[in-house]
């Protein structure tokens, strides 16, 4: 199965992992004040100072093989939780920490948003691994029982509608 990147253009082999550019509430600071008050990369987003997120992966099984599908996406982690990780980013022996799912994902009824986490550590420069929490959430039950090769191409062509992300 290939696919062509819409960042690089150039086709590549497997499924595309998703990811999501920055939290939901990047979003909520008017664009005019985002220079000032938030400090972000891809990886880690600091907004006004006072609310902090990290970004990982969630990995889902793909049902029959050995693959996962990937949505990259942000959680919440207090203050001490995100200086400890800017501190030791790349170790595995930080953690695990909780956070709440700081992105909505369009494409899951009822809204991602506040989904509790944990995120993994793994260090060797990848980014966490995010564990959803137990509940009967349909984002919760893909991460849990897998995907079909089917599912995961229907998430990321809907992608483009925007049914990823509401941002």
């Known amino acids: 199965m290939t696919y062509r990147c819409e960042t ?18 990047y979003f909520d600071v008017p664009e005019s004040e985002r220079a000032t008050r938030v400090k972000g990369n891809s990886d880690t987003c600091a907004i006004d100072d006072e609310a ?8 889902m099984p793909l049902v029959g093989t050995s693959d996962h599908f990937g949505l990259g996406v942000w959680v919440s982690q207090k203050r001490e939780n995100f ?8 170790t595995a022996e930080i953690g695990p920490f909780f956070g709440w799912l700081s992105n909505s994902i369009a494409f899951y009824e009822p809204d991602t ?5 944990r995120a993994h550590f793994q260090g060797r420069k990848q980014r966490p691994l995010i564990e ?4 009967d959430h349909p984002l919760y039950l893909d991460y849990s029982q897998g995907v079909t090769l089917e599912r995961a191409w229907s998430i990321a062509h809907a992608r483009k509608s925007p049914a990823v992300g509401r941002r």
Do not use: E, S
Not at 83 to 90: E, G, V
């Open 113 to 117: 948003w506040a989904m509790k986490t």
């Open 83 to 90: 200086q400890t990780y800017l501190d030791n980013y790349d």
């Open 52 to 59: 902090f997120y990290i970004r990982g992966v969630i990995l």
């Open 132 to 135: 959803l929490a137990p509940c």
């Open 8 to 25: 690089c253009g150039q086709t590549h082999d497997g499924l595309p992992d998703l990811g999501f550019r920055w939290p939901d509430p």
